[in-house]
């Protein structure tokens, strides 16, 4: 690799464009769509970084218009615009410059280490933070333990910042193995009737779908979600049931041993209840002594496709969990187009004709009655 000395002139060109950049008093929009025309070589990209996490990120206290300056950055100098990892601009060095991808990580890591150190104010800005980390550089962060305190206090605001931050801690517990205490806990207070008029409610279920898929969870925590989403599906519009059953046959293929709740020999009336709804901690709901009469209630919904998807609490659960990906964009026109493709059988009608019409009773007092509806 070029030492620093050899690239003298080139750092300090690129010291003045990152302080015109990064300031704390202006918007520098046009000056950082240069990046674009630059950032694709690797030597220039390698040390914009390496400045950055050495000299220039020192975001804790300063304003919004300095941390918008440096996330619009951000996103011009992602690694991923780098055309070649050979590809040098080759300023004041006549040496071939490689790119080392794990340095380069390192100094992304402590970049994003600064970056989330800040309070974030303005919900736009933490919003194009988690946006920016989720779609560009979660997976280029090695030691990423780090995030998790930043996303799980991000859990904490409604919205879709905490939808952002449950897909960061998804990737990290699948990439990683990380595990954080009260995870599941944060998860099931997202579950509110306010999610269903959201429209990223179906990326929540799709989200929890893969937080739950662990057959080694606890039944209590497990069957409070089953109960908080049944719930739910009382109070929610058609497409939005049909999805919420699937996710809770989902949770019971997966733990068989709540089949009992479908039937609860100790809970005979609704009044009897032991569910307690208001109860943000899944381990003390009393869920596993409750029973689903919510879905017993939907088997009877005025329309057949969620009257069937109740249904499935009368047999046997399958072997295999469903896709979620077939009903999570489900709506009303996507019904109706299912139950007008239905064949249904048509209705007895007498085969033998009438041999009197009620147009041959002209004296008849009915059909006096009758012509005065007409």
């Known amino acids: 690799m070029v030492v620093d000395k050899s690239k003298k002139i080139s750092l300090v060109k690129l010291k003045e464009l990152l302080n015109s950049v990064l300031s704390s008093s202006n918007r520098t929009s046009k000056i950082i769509q240069k990046f674009d025309d630059i950032i694709i070589h690797s030597d220039v990209l390698f040390y914009t970084w390496k400045l950055l996490a050495k000299n220039y990120i020192n975001i804790k206290n300063s304003n919004d218009i300095y941390a918008q300056n440096v996330i619009e950055l951000l996103e011009k100098i992602s690694p991923s615009k780098c055309d070649s990892k050979e590809y040098s601009l080759g300023l004041d060095c006549k040496e071939k410059f490689v790119l080392d991808d794990l340095l380069l990580n390192k100094y992304i890591g402590k970049v994003w280490q600064s970056l989330i150190n800040r309070d974030f104010k303005?919900?736009?800005?933490?919003?194009?933070?988690?946006?920016?980390?989720?779609?560009?550089?979660?997976?280029?962060?090695?030691?990423?333990?780090?995030?998790?305190?930043?996303?799980?206090?991000?859990?904490?605001?409604?919205?879709?910042?905490?939808?952002?931050?449950?897909?960061?801690?998804?990737k990290l517990m699948q990439r990683s193995n990380i595990e954080y205490p009260n995870i599941y806990g944060k998860l099931y207070t997202m579950f509110e009737p306010d999610i269903l008029h959201k429209k990223y409610k179906s990326r929540l279920f799709f989200l929890a779908d893969i937080f739950l898929s662990s057959i080694c969870l606890p039944e209590s925590i497990v069957a409070s979600f089953i109960k908080r989403v049944a719930r739910l599906s009382l109070i929610s519009a058609a497409p939005d049931i049909i999805m919420m059953l699937k996710f809770i046959s989902n949770l019971m293929i997966r733990h068989p041993g709540l089949k009992r709740l479908v039937n609860h020999p100790d809970v005979t009336e609704v009044s009897e209840d032991p569910f307690i709804a208001n109860e943000n901690d899944p381990t003390k709901t009393c869920a596993t002594s409750s029973c689903l009469w919510e879905i017993v209630l939907l088997?009877?919904?005025?329309?057949?496709?969620?009257?069937?998807?109740?249904?499935?609490?009368?047999?046997?659960?399958?072997?295999?969990?469903?896709?979620?990906?077939?009903?999570?964009?489900?709506?009303?026109?996507?019904?109706?187009?299912?139950?007008?493709?239905?064949?249904?059988?048509?209705?007895?009608?007498?085969?033998?004709?009438?041999?009197?019409?009620?147009?041959?009773?002209?004296?008849?007092?009915?059909?006096?009655?009758?012509?005065?509806?007409?």
Request: with cysteine.
């Open 299 to 374: 088997k009877n919904h005025c329309l057949p496709s969620v009257s069937s998807a109740a249904k499935f609490i009368d047999f046997n659960l399958p072997s295999i969990e469903f896709d979620l990906s077939d009903v999570l964009s489900n709506n009303y026109e996507k019904i109706f187009k299912t139950e007008c493709k239905k064949k249904t059988d048509k209705p007895s009608l007498t085969f033998e004709r009438p041999q009197n019409s009620i147009a041959k009773l002209k004296d008849d007092k009915l059909y006096k009655l009758w012509s005065l509806i007409v």
């Open 122 to 170: 303005s919900p736009d800005i933490h919003k194009k933070v988690l946006f920016l980390l989720m779609e560009t550089y979660i997976n280029r962060i090695d030691n990423a333990v780090f995030l998790t305190d930043f996303l799980m206090g991000s859990m904490n605001i409604k919205g879709i910042i905490s939808i952002l931050a449950l897909e960061g801690m998804s």
